[in-house]
């Protein structure tokens, strides 16, 4: 499972997913790297604690950026599994959720 994130404001950040990155100090951004924990619309508090904020330049002039959710890819290994519960249950009867299905911890 892949996700793309790119650089937000902490405002941005509460409304939104949040990848919290593995600590690469020499690492400059735009990199591919591991995500250590997601936050689901986290609050600003909660992002400082779980080490998501990071020094940038936000679109609105704030210095304070997180990275927040832009789109996910899954490869044809989940796209079968998919179709085999598809071909298993029939037709999905609420939406498949990146968040509540995929990210949510256990």
Do not use: N, W
Request: hydrophobic share 40%.
């Amino acid at each position: 499972f892949t996700a793309l994130g790119h650089p937000s404001s902490l405002t941005i950040g509460t409304g939104h997913g949040v990848f919290v990155l593995d600590p690469a100090p020499d690492a400059p951004q735009g990199l591919v790297r591991e995500c250590a924990q997601f936050l689901h619309k986290p609050s600003v508090e909660a992002m400082r604690a779980a080490g998501a904020v990071f020094r940038g330049r936000a679109a609105d002039g704030t210095e304070e950026q997180v990275y927040s959710d832009s789109s996910f890819y899954f490869d044809a290994g989940v796209m079968d599994a998919l179709c085999q519960y598809y071909d298993e249950h029939g037709e999905f009867e609420c939406e498949v959720d990146a968040y509540g299905d995929f990210l949510m911890p256990c």
